[in-house]
């Protein structure tokens, strides 16, 4: 499994845009790039997910740099219900997520 | 749509006693992982089931086992509880092959004493 490093903890404020960067450079060339969150007291929600080229769904966007060895999770407008703890989790089709510690987000208003 | 439900949501057991927990994968999903998070923790992997077989383990003893029945719905069973198996325990489903993320439930709580 690829080794991830993501920051312990940032902050942001209401409706600014958060980046939450991870490195991965041990990534093999078919994982793809997930990220969850995990809200206090509730299970793991995905978010989103690529594999080489960025993507961008309802809840935030994923940079993926060319290399593949890092990737940024960007929340455009931060709000409260924001706040949640991020993972980034490198992952191979059919296998199972294999959870880090993830960065805790903090969102002041 | 219901996503993936967990029962119980909340359980207290004694050192040495064994607990099964279920789970019931959203629909359309065949395939069902566990996890087991202590607090402040990440979740840590036990063990994927799809077709009614153990298809990946992580790092956990025999005394976690778990089974996958035809409707897809799965139990993890734990034996021989010690203090440090009381934490979160979370369910996970997916459709294999599926090019989308893995739908959790909530979890159940744990508490061995």
Not at chain 1, 67 to 95: E, F, M, W
Not at chain 2, 8 to 26: N, Y
Not at chain 2, 55 to 71: E, M, V, W, Y
Not at chain 2, 97 to 110: I, N, Q, V, W
Request: contains cysteine; glycine residues 8%; proline residues 5%.
């Amino acid at each position: 499994d690829a080794k991830t490093t993501q920051p312990n903890s940032m902050e942001s404020n209401e409706e600014e845009p958060v980046h939450l960067p991870c490195n991965h450079s041990t990534i093999s060339g078919t994982d793809y790039i997930h990220w969850y969150r995990q809200l206090p007291s509730q299970g793991p929600e995905y978010v989103i997910h690529g594999l080489t080229s960025n993507v961008n769904n309802r809840m935030a966007s994923l940079a993926i740099a060319e290399d593949r060895k890092s990737s940024t999770l960007i929340l455009h407008r931060a709000t409260l219900r924001d706040a949640a703890v991020y993972y980034c989790i490198p992952n191979q089709a059919g296998t199972a997520l294999i959870f880090g510690k993830g960065t805790t987000l903090s969102v002041s208003s | 749509d219901a996503g993936v439900t967990q029962s119980p949501t909340h359980l207290i057991k004694t050192r040495g006693q064994q607990v099964t927990l279920r789970c019931s994968p959203k629909s359309g999903h065949d395939t069902v992982s566990w996890y087991q998070q202590a607090l402040g923790q990440g979740p840590q992997f036990i063990f994927q089931y799809y077709e009614e077989e153990e298809r990946q383990r992580g790092n956990f003893p025999d005394r976690f086992s778990g089974h996958q029945f035809p409707n897809y719905s799965s139990e993890l069973n734990v034996n021989a509880l010690l203090l440090g198996d009381s934490a979160l325990y979370l369910c996970a489903s997916s459709l294999v092959g599926a090019d989308y993320g893995y739908t959790f439930g909530s979890g159940t709580r744990l508490t061995v004493v």
